[in-house]
């Protein structure tokens, strides 16, 4: 059930928590919210406290007044917010694309607060192909009336990178992305986090991640990773098992940017690294 607690400004956000045992708190990318979860607490709500958060702008979370507060630091600052609330000292957390980056940054300086960290296709080098792929949508409605609609439309666009995933798949996708309006689907996030990142870019603000993610060393790290992703390469994630030859490890065949966390492939390495950090 989605309940509501103050950030330390003040700003109302959104979680649900689910579950009983380790606590996985739950991180999801740029545009996306917990829904992008449901899959993890269907799997491992019977062995696992499955906290699924909404960043700030996201979901049913408020907006910020300033949209320069969409970024890392500010973002990690509130899943601390959430562990303070709910009186969790430490807590796994899985983090999708920038929820994985949130997970890094608090490893540089908040690593007393982490049990593990499970990376959802996203490592300390962002492929440009993919940013440039999302700076296309960014901020900007889809055009589409309909969850029917926008199904039809992903099951075309997204062959090459998702292939053979149902129209059924990706109507439940469109459902946890988008929601339906009288005049067609609208986003579930402020569209002024497309300004936060143009001028994070414009500045050169994201910071060099490898020290981040080697700051995670004596903590359970597990990687999954979209065989077809743009944002991932195959090279980085070899740097990534090179430096932390214990990483649990999982490429999903037949999915992009990000794997939906239904996969086998993906529920067995969340499965190991619960395992790691119980």
């Known amino acids: 059930m989605m309940q509501l607690f103050a950030a330390d400004d003040g700003l109302m956000l959104a979680y649900d928590d689910q579950g009983a045992g380790t606590p996985l708190l ?4 740029l545009t996306r919210n917990m829904d992008d979860f449901e899959p993890v607490l269907d799997h491992f709500a019977d062995s696992a406290r499955v906290i699924r958060l909404d960043m700030r702008g996201r979901g049913r979370s408020g907006h910020d007044p300033d949209f320069m507060n969409y970024n890392l630091i500010r973002e990690g600052r509130d899943a601390l917010a959430l562990l303070d609330h709910l009186g969790l000292e430490r807590a796994a957390i899985l983090g999708t694309s920038r929820g994985g980056l949130i997970a890094m940054v ?8 982490l049990l593990g960290v499970c990376l959802n296709d996203i490592g300390p080098l962002v492929d440009p192909r993919g940013l440039a792929y999302i700076m296309g949508y960014l901020g900007k409605r889809p055009g589409l009336a ?3 609609a926008a199904a039809e439309r992903l099951e075309t666009t997204m062959q090459d990178r998702f292939p053979g995933v149902s ?13 339906e309006a009288p005049d067609g689907l609208a986003l579930r996030y402020d569209p002024r986090l497309r300004n936060a990142v ?13 020290p981040m ?17 743009d944002i991932l390469s195959a090279e980085t994630a070899a740097e990534m098992r090179r430096r932390r030859p214990d990483m649990i490890f ?6 992009g940017h990000v794997p939906f966390l239904d996969e086998p492939e993906s529920l067995a390495a969340i499965r190991a690294f619960l395992k790691a950090v119980a």
Do not use: K, Q
Not at 26 to 29: D, I, N, T
Not at 198 to 210: H, I, N, V
């Open 26 to 29: 739950c991180l999801a990318g």
């Open 106 to 113: 608090l490893a540089m300086g908040h690593r007393d607060r």
């Open 146 to 148: 309909d969850f029917d």
């Open 167 to 179: 129209r059924a798949t990706w109507r439940e996708h469109a459902r946890r992305v988008w929601d």
């Open 198 to 210: 143009s001028e994070a870019s414009a500045t050169d603000a994201l910071p060099d991640l490898w």
């Open 213 to 229: 993610f080697d700051a995670l060393a004596g903590l359970p790290v597990a990687l999954i990773r979209g065989a077809n992703s």
């Open 250 to 255: 999982a490429e999903v065949a037949d999915r």
